[in-house]
C-alpha cells in the first residue's frame, strides 16, 4: 500500500534528522514535497503514526514527534487476542510467566517502600477472606504496586494489559468460571516475605503457587 511506504519514508526522515520528542514537523506540504509522496498518502501515514504513538498532532499547531511509549500499541493487544476461540488459560499461561520471571529482578532492586505497601495490601487481603468479602481491587493494586518500582513501563503496561483482559474473558466466562479458593490474602503475604528475605528462588516458587489457584478456575472452563 502507497501509504506503507510514505510512513517508513516519514519514520527515516524523523530518524536521520535526529528529531526528539516535541520537535516539530514541517508542514504537510512541504513534508509532502521531501519526501516525495502524494498528501493524501501523506496524511494516511500521519493518521497510523499517531494511532502508534510516533507523532502527534496539536490541534491548530501541525505535527510533533511524540515521547516514546509502548502503551499505543499495547492497548491495541486486547482486540487481537480477546477474540473467539482465545483461550483464557493463554493469557494466564503468558502472565504468570512474566510475574514470576519478574521475582529475581524485584528482589535484587531494594524496592522497600514498595514491599512494605504489598505486605498492607496482603494484610488487608487476608482480613477480608475471613470476612467473605471480595478484593480484586486490592489483588489488582498489589501487583501494579510490586513491580512499579522497577521502573519499567514495558512491564507496567503488560501488568495493565493483562489484568484488562484476563478480566474481560472472566467476566464472558460468568458462572463458568470457578470461585478462588480462601485464603489468597495469605498467598500473597508469602510472596512478600520471600521477597523481603531476598530469595529469589522461593520467590518465583510462590508466585507460581499463587497461580496455581488460577489455573484451577480456568481448568474448569474446560470441563463446563
Not at 502507497?2 to 519514508?9: G, N, T
Not at 508542514?27 to 503514526?49: C, D, F, K, P
Not at 470476612?131 to 522497577?150: A, C, M, N
Not at 499463587?210 to 474446560?222: I, Y
Amino acid at each position: 500500500m502507497i501509504y506503507l511506504v510514505a510512513q517508513r519514508k516519514l519514520r527515516d526522515y524523523i530518524r536521520e534528522h535526529g528529531l526528539a520528542a516535541g520537535a516539530r514537523l514541517p508542514s504537510e506540504a512541504n513534508l509532502a514535497a521531501e519526501l516525495g509522496v502524494s498528501r493524501i498518502s501523506l496524511r494516511e501515514a500521519t493518521r497510523s503514526l499517531q494511532t502508534l504513538g510516533v507523532i502527534e498532532a496539536q490541534h491548530g499547531n501541525g505535527l510533533f514527534v511524540s515521547e516514546f511509549s509502548f502503551k499505543p500499541i499495547i492497548e491495541q493487544l486486547p482486540y487481537g487476542l480477546a477474540g473467539p476461540g482465545t483461550a483464557v488459560a493463554e493469557v494466564l499461561t503468558a502472565r504468570e510467566a512474566m510475574e514470576a520471571g519478574l521475582m529475581p529482578a524485584v528482589a535484587r532492586a531494594g524496592l522497600d517502600e514498595e514491599l512494605r505497601r504489598c505486605a498492607a495490601l496482603a494484610r488487608e487481603m487476608i482480613e477480608c477472606d475471613e470476612r467473605g468479602e471480595d478484593y480484586q481491587e486490592l489483588d489488582e493494586e498489589f501487583h501494579r504496586t510490586l513491580y512499579s518500582g522497577l521502573r519499567n513501563p514495558l512491564v507496567d503496561n503488560l501488568i495493565d494489559l493483562f489484568w484488562r483482559l484476563f478480566g474481560e474473558l472472566c467476566r464472558e466466562a460468568g458462572d463458568r468460571l470457578a470461585a478462588p479458593a480462601p485464603h489468597r490474602g495469605v498467598v500473597h503475604a508469602r510472596i512478600i516475605e520471600a521477597l523481603m528475605a531476598q530469595d529469589e528462588e522461593l520467590a518465583s516458587r510462590r508466585m507460581h503457587e499463587h497461580f496455581d489457584d488460577l489455573r484451577r478456575r480456568v481448568a474448569a472452563l474446560g470441563d463446563s
